[in-house]
């Protein structure tokens, strides 16, 4: 099944895009159906795009005015700004001429037609998709509440009310969708940094073209100004960059001839000359798009019980009014107009509106705020999983540590010289990939000659076995040694060692030290005082490095001499025993124990591919106190959520107790519908800050 991605253009109702979801979810050979009213989208997985017409008539079935257009078409459609003047015009001539029918006492026929031309002329919108919606059989809809109320109040002869309260919820609609488009904007300032094009170099010829057409391997110009539009590395010159769309670091970035650049920076001085290293699609740039685009899509907990609320709460409370309406005059002889007033003011409440907008909106803005971090969070879900967490497990080498082997210390035995032990170990690594590899081969920093290793064989989680010119060479861990019947003797010492074995004798070790991350320490020091109760290490290396790191960073439990699958048990275990469990690793070599935990959080994805794909949160730099940040901004999301939720329906029982004892009207429904959605709106937008 294909991914397709629409826009739904002039989408200003969060209840009807609840309805749009729901409605295209039953269509057949559609799946995975969102629709994030914020964002302005319906995503879903489709067998045949044919169907995409009946998605359309649903969507003009519910919503009219909307138009639904293919992403990957649209190039730039933004009549909203246009469309908001002419309502702002719109409804100042309506205020105006409201204003002098409540200041004109005679004659009653000039006083009750002003107030019918304000009406019309402020409300003249939603009577219509009011209208619409009757003849497709949608009722509860806010147009329809809303029309339903006013009409009702125009009945009774309570003209000013009607017409202020729908000049007032009109005015209401507006702010509120200023203030999610400014939510918005926030996030497509992220997106705009999409680059446009890209200076091909042929033969000293330069020509603008798209990045979608540079092939691997051809030559980039990028001239200062300009947006890096794909990853590469440098051939040519040499300049700074800002890479903070990328990392959320303000702090510049030198460039060099043979130093990797990635897409989304700007080049702020020189001209570079680059060779192009991936297509655009699988740059990194590319890819940051595509998790922010899709987070939305993955909605937490929360959200969807709100969802499944709202669909229930709109159609008790039309009922309620109806009620309230019919059966108190039946039953006490009262005047049928003073219920029929309290029934009508049930109806302007009745909108869940607040609700459907502001939870989304509360966990698009988290998102929105930690990705100008350089923190990526692939969802609400996620987000609410993080907030929720209260062990965090991690990986110890490229986490904690900084992951940059030097070898420390060469120690021989049976009177092999270290010199030789160390040429042997360098040999034996040449075809390993493995960082204490690396290490071993940087420092031994002579050529290899590969032609006279005549076997290799790396053996996961333990070492490497090779023969060269005859002779059998071992290097890795302690077991690898010991299950080869080589006797090693006791080191108590901390760090890594990499034993080696020449022609099945022990013949010494080389010890490789890691340095440990200089915010590690206080990072473990501030997720303790946030909410993190269990802090556990995971390690392949040995027990006394272990010890060691655990307790110069506070962790609370550490396990040592851990082969990759050991670490996806342990995980498991705690997943068993704990609530939540997150777990911290480099993305690289962590794959399964990320994709295992409750949320798994990648350091330093920045170029990496691995990174990106595997983690549910990946910290695009080397910076440990971006953990501590997306924490916070959990929290802070959790709660400006259930301030919402409080605040929305503390409001909306009380107006509605209030209408039912007759203790209020309907300028006092407005602020329950209109003015609670407003200031949920404007209490979310505070996680940005």
């Known amino acids: 099944m294909k991914r397709k991605e629409v826009i739904l253009e002039g989408l200003s109702c969060a209840n009807c895009a609840t309805k749009i979801e729901d409605s295209v979810k039953k269509l057949d050979g559609i799946e995975d159906v969102s629709v994030n009213f914020v964002s302005k989208t319906l995503k879903f997985k489709i067998d045949n795009e044919s169907k995409i017409e009946e998605i359309e008539k649903i969507v003009k079935k519910i919503e009219p005015d909307v138009k639904v257009l293919d992403k990957e078409k649209l190039k730039e459609v933004d009549d909203e700004e246009n469309e908001r003047k002419s309502s702002i015009r719109r409804l100042v001539f309506s205020l105006i001429i409201f204003v002098t029918a409540i200041l004109i006492r005679e004659p009653f026929f000039l006083k009750i037609s002003l107030f019918t ?22 009722v509860f809809d806010e147009n329809f509440l809303m029309s339903v109320a006013t009409i009702g109040a125009f009945a009774i002869g309570e003209f000013p009310e009607a017409v202020g309260v729908m000049i007032f919820y009109e005015i209401g609609e507006l702010f509120q969708d200023m203030a999610v488009d400014n939510s918005r904007k926030s996030i497509k300032s992220l997106l ?8 091909l170099l042929v033969e000293d010829k330069i020509s603008k073209v798209s990045p979608e057409d540079v092939q691997v391997g051809q030559l980039i110009l990028i001239k200062p100004g300009e947006k890096v539009p794909l990853d590469g590395v440098a051939v040519k010159g040499n300049s700074a960059v800002d890479t903070s769309a990328l990392t959320g670091e303000p702090i510049p970035r030198s460039i060099e001839v043979n130093d990797e650049i990635l897409s989304g920076s700007i080049n702020l001085s020189g001209v570079i000359t680059v060779k192009v290293l991936k297509e655009y699609k699988e740059s990194t740039f590319s890819k940051i798009l595509e998790i922010v685009e899709n987070a939305s899509s993955k909605k937490a907990n929360t959200e969807k019980f709100i969802t499944k609320f709202a669909r229930y709460y709109t159609p008790i409370i039309v009922f309620s009014a109806i009620t309230l309406a019919i059966v108190p005059p039946l039953l006490t002889g009262d005047p049928f107009i003073n219920w029929l007033y309290r029934g009508l003011i049930f109806l302007v409440i009745s909108c869940p509106c607040a609700l459907v907008i502001s939870i989304p909106l509360s966990y698009f803005a988290g998102i929105g705020r930690l990705s100008k971090e350089g923190v990526l969070v692939k969802g609400g879900n996620y987000l609410e999983t993080l907030k929720n967490m209260e062990t965090l497990v991690f990986d110890k080498t490229g986490t904690l540590t900084e992951g940059v082997f030097e070898v420390s210390e060469i120690k021989s035995y049976n009177g092999i010289k270290e010199d030789k032990l160390l040429e042997l170990a360098a040999h034996a690594e040449n075809y390993s990939n493995h960082p204490i590899a ?32 005859e002779n059998i060479i071992l290097i890795g861990n302690k077991d690898l040694l010991e299950e080869n019947g080589i006797k090693t003797p006791f080191l108590d010492t901390d760090g890594t060692i990499a034993y080696i074995a020449y ?44 010890q060691k790191v655990a307790k110069y960073l506070g962790i609370d439990e550490y396990y040592a001499k851990l082969l990759p699958e050991d670490k996806v048990k342990i995980l498991e275990q705690y997943l068993k025993e704990k609530p939540s469990v997150g777990f911290v690793g480099d993305g690289i070599n962590d794959a399964p124990v990320l994709a295992r935990a409750d949320v798994g959080i990648a350091m330093g994805g920045l170029g990496s591919d691995a990174a990106i794909e595997a983690a549910d949160v990946v910290i695009m730099e080397d910076d440990l106190l971006k953990l501590v940040e997306a924490k916070n901004v959990s929290l802070k999301t959790s709660k400006i959520i259930w301030q919402n939720l409080a605040i929305i329906l503390t409001i909306k029982v009380l107006f509605l107790t209030l209408a039912a004892f007759g203790l209020t009207n309907m300028w006092g429904a407005v602020f329950a519908d209109v003015g609670v959605t407003l200031l949920s709106i404007f209490n979310s937008l505070r996680i940005f800050r």
């Not at 705009?192 to 200076?199: F, K, L």
């Not at 991350?517 to 390690?539: A, C, F, P, Y």
Request: charged content about 35%; glycine content about 8%; aromatic content about 10%.
């Open 117 to 138: 031309v304000s009406y019309l002329s402020s409300g003249w919108k939603v009577l219509f998709k009011a209208f619409k919606n009757i003849r497709n059989g949608t």
């Open 192 to 199: 705009n940094m999409r680059p446009d094009y890209a200076n």
């Open 438 to 469: 690396k290490s071993i081969k940087e420092y031994y920093n002579r050529d290899i000659g590969k032609d006279i290793i005549d076997e290799y064989e790396e053996v996961a989680g333990k070492g490497v076995k090779a023969r060269i010119k």
């Open 503 to 546: 022609n099945n004798n022990f013949a010494g070790y080389i010890k490789i030290s890691d340095k440990i991350r200089k915010t590690s320490k206080d990072t473990i020091k501030k997720l303790k005082e946030i909410g993190i109760k269990n802090t556990v290490l995971l390690t392949g290396d040995n027990k006394k490095t272990a």
